[in-house]
């Protein structure tokens, strides 16, 4: 959350990463007055006489070989009294959940706030008890109460587990049954340190990372790596914070870590795709949904006859509208890709009193659970059906959060929404169930990614939903350039897994990102020449051709020349306004591979901009022979006739696109043919069509002329008559 006091805070990190530890200090003595705290005030003043000390020794010359450690650790503790000086000051004047959680727990005494872990485990332990007697037997209130509170104090409570090790010990570590709760508190302790750094509540997060139960492990470790992203520079100082970021890879498959950075860096295309479901794919469905009801028979879906097997109609359904049917396609991959589809389904779902606990927004669906059965406990039909629960409990398909948005909203389906819904639903849930069991068994490594993707979509929603959102730093607002960052190859040693990162940057269009990347790639004493060229393009596509243009020349020097790099050269001179060199590099390229049809366009093209037109239609007469389905070629063959004067060609190919789907230029172009041919009349009006054309207006239409006076003359219309011709223009339109 940007405050005042947390733009300080930020602006000493700034310094601290930069070593501008002085002017940090200045910073912090300004903030630590305004707390009033005499400890802080005490703490700071002398970290800065040591400072000093150091300072001092240096230059004068004292050898020291502990001294960069001893200068290490004095950053060390800058950056926590930093932490101890803006939570004091948030605390006081923070705004929303998190801060007056954390004023009403600071005004507990010891006992109260140890009372507060005690109630929950009392709780814990009497309602086990009483479900090994009754597993049908819902949450009671003790424990939900208690559960609350607890998440209140890890998630807003920076020391909340000073001198009450053997309590969080139970809390996270204790009875299996509980893996649900665990995983949430594991969540309030991700919460609490994406607020504040304090390094006995990390070491805790590292320690769950180890956890026996795998939703509980990966959770911790998902959390993490946003922790250490954001405190990357300040662990890089910290002792033993390599051997502990090291053990990590220990703990998970390399193939596990690379794919959860992608899953959370994949998250930026969730506001994207929600985009494009309300702007591109619900307006198409609503348009052909009659025909889509009638061609599905949608009035007599539930008839007896109904059968299992899928409709053979419903491709066709779609010839009114290919573009529909494509962007379904390519919904339907990036679904399989584990991209997150139903934002924009279930953002709306999170208003039922379920979701006012904010815990509730971390909680695993799990099956059997009291909390679904309590929801369903009026619903008799299909969608409170024990098997179709258990699958959408296994499903990796929704995430945790728009599962029991879906569960609080059957009771208030109507009854025959319901029942289709429930028969659709429980089949389409099951084989995915199945397809994702098959998946698993060849693939082992499969549960956790959809264990971390669920949950990965579980923050966003809360950071990007949750009515107190504002209390909390979105971390999904961060640049996630994990290539960055002093942790990434501690993670996986011997693997570039930075450059794996920029693959998948490019390959999805994110190429100022992907760009940070390879740039560190290219810095390498033998770059790959795919690399030097995959910077060019993302260059390229960011309209820095300058850069783009360097790097695709150095490409050229690895081996033989491409043709594709060739036209890559010759396609940056172009942009930079330097035909002459992109010419060049065009010839280079169609001596390589004669007959390619873009080279002989862009060649044209070339000749054309150097105004060598009569050699430019020996290109575009070659494009129109080996392509001649091309029609767009027609217009620059139209062009350079009538600049060269071959009036009957140029008339020729004027007319053609005429006939299919004429532009203002056409309309103008076959104006200026006519007047060339001394046929004053028809030149007028073609030049009125141009002029009415829906894309134009007489300014433009003046502008563009004008331009085109110098054919004219060219080729005998009398300069005087130009006026003329143009106002008996204006006196037309006015009529």
Request: net charge negative.
């Amino acid at each position: 959350m940007e405050t005042p006091v947390h733009k300080q805070l930020m602006k000493v990190y700034r310094l601290l990463e930069v070593k501008r530890v002085k002017e940090s200090l200045d910073v912090l003595g300004d903030l630590v007055k305004e707390t009033h705290n005499s400890d802080l005030i005490d703490g700071l003043y002398n970290l800065e006489m040591t400072y000093k000390s150091l300072l001092r020794y240096t230059v004068e010359g004292f050898s020291d070989p502990e001294r960069q450690k001893v200068y290490n650790q004095l950053l060390v503790d800058i950056y926590s009294i930093a932490d101890q000086i803006v939570d004091e000051l948030r605390s006081k004047t923070g705004q929303g959940w998190l801060f007056d959680a954390r004023r009403y727990l600071k005004s507990k005494s010891d006992e109260e706030l140890t009372g507060i872990m005690d109630d929950y485990l009392k709780a814990a332990d009497q309602y086990l008890v009483a479900y090994t007697v009754d597993s049908e037997i819902p949450l009671s209130y003790e424990l939900e109460k208690s559960q609350d509170r607890l998440f209140e104090m890890i998630a807003s409570l920076p020391g909340f587990a000073q001198s009450r090790q053997e309590q969080v010990r139970e809390v996270f570590f204790g009875e299996d049954f509980f893996w649900p709760w665990q995983s949430v508190m594991v969540s309030a302790l991700t919460l609490n340190l994406l607020t504040t750094f304090r390094r006995e509540n990390l070491d805790l997060l590292f320690q769950l990372c180890e956890h026996p139960h795998k939703q509980v492990k990966l959770r911790a470790f998902t959390g993490l790596l946003f922790v250490l992203y954001e405190y990357d520079t300040r662990l890089s100082i910290t002792p033993g914070m390599k051997e502990k970021i090291s053990r990590l890879n220990e703990l998970f498959s390399v193939e596990t870590i690379q794919s959860i950075l992608i899953q959370i860096i994949r998250t930026r295309e969730t506001e994207k795709l929600t985009k494009k479901m309300h702007e591109e794919i619900l307006p198409e469905v609503a348009r052909i949904q009659p025909n889509l009801r009638r061609k599905l028979d949608l009035d007599n879906l539930l008839n007896d006859a109904l059968s299992e097997d899928k409709n053979p109609d419903w491709e066709d359904v779609f010839s009114d509208s290919p573009e529909l049917m494509n962007k379904l396609e390519e919904l339907s991959h990036m679904q399989m890709e584990g991209a997150d589809l139903f934002m924009s389904t279930f953002k709306m779902l999170k208003h039922f009193p379920f979701f006012n606990d904010l815990h509730h927004w971390f909680l695993p669906f799990f099956y059997p659970n009291p909390i679904v059965k309590d929801a369903l406990r009026n619903e008799t039909g299909p969608l409170n059906n024990e098997q179709m629960l258990q699958s959408m409990a296994d499903s990796g398909v929704m995430c945790n959060s728009d599962k029991y948005s879906l569960v609080m909203s059957i009771p208030q389906m109507p009854g025959m929404q319901k029942e289709m819904m429930g028969k659709m639903f429980g089949s389409e849930l099951e084989a995915m169930r199945e397809v994702q069991q098959s998946d698993e068994l060849v693939d082992p490594g499969k549960k956790e990614l959809f264990i971390s993707n669920q949950y990965i979509q579980d923050l966003y929603r809360f950071f990007k939903l949750h009515p107190q959102k504002a209390s909390f730093d979105d971390p999904f607002s961060w640049e996630m350039a994990f290539h960055k960052k002093w942790f990434l190859p501690l993670l996986t040693p011997g693997e570039n897994t930075s450059l794996k990162l920029g693959e998948y940057l490019f390959g999805k269009n994110y190429f100022r990102e992907a760009t940070g990347v390879y740039e560190q790639e290219a810095k390498k004493e033998m770059p790959e020449r795919q690399i030097l060229q995959k910077l060019a393009y993302c260059y390229q596509q960011n309209d820095d051709y300058e850069k783009a243009l360097h790097y695709y020349q150095q490409a050229d020097l690895y081996g033989d020349s491409q043709v594709w790099n060739l036209k890559k050269i010759a396609l940056c001179y172009r942009y930079l306004k330097n035909p002459e060199k992109a010419l060049e590099y065009y010839k280079a390229a169609e001596q390589l591979k004669p007959d390619d049809l873009h080279t002989q366009v862009s060649v044209g093209h070339c000749l054309l901009e150097l105004k060598r037109f009569d050699e430019a239609l020996q290109y575009y007469f070659k494009v129109e022979y080996l392509a001649p389905d091309n029609h767009k070629v027609w217009r620059p063959i139209a062009w350079c006739s009538l600049v060269e004067g071959k009036l009957d060609q140029a008339l020729k190919y004027g007319e053609k696109p005429i006939e299919e789907d004429p532009t203002q230029h056409d309309f103008m172009n076959m104006g200026h043919i006519y007047w060339c041919r001394g046929d004053r009349k028809t030149a007028l009006e073609w030049y009125l069509k141009s002029v009415k054309h829906q894309e134009w207006s007489l300014k433009d239409f003046v502008q563009a002329f004008v331009e085109d006076r110098h054919i004219l003359m060219k080729h005998g219309v009398n300069p005087d008559d130009i006026p003329i011709m143009l106002d008996q223009l204006r006196y037309y339109l006015v009529n």
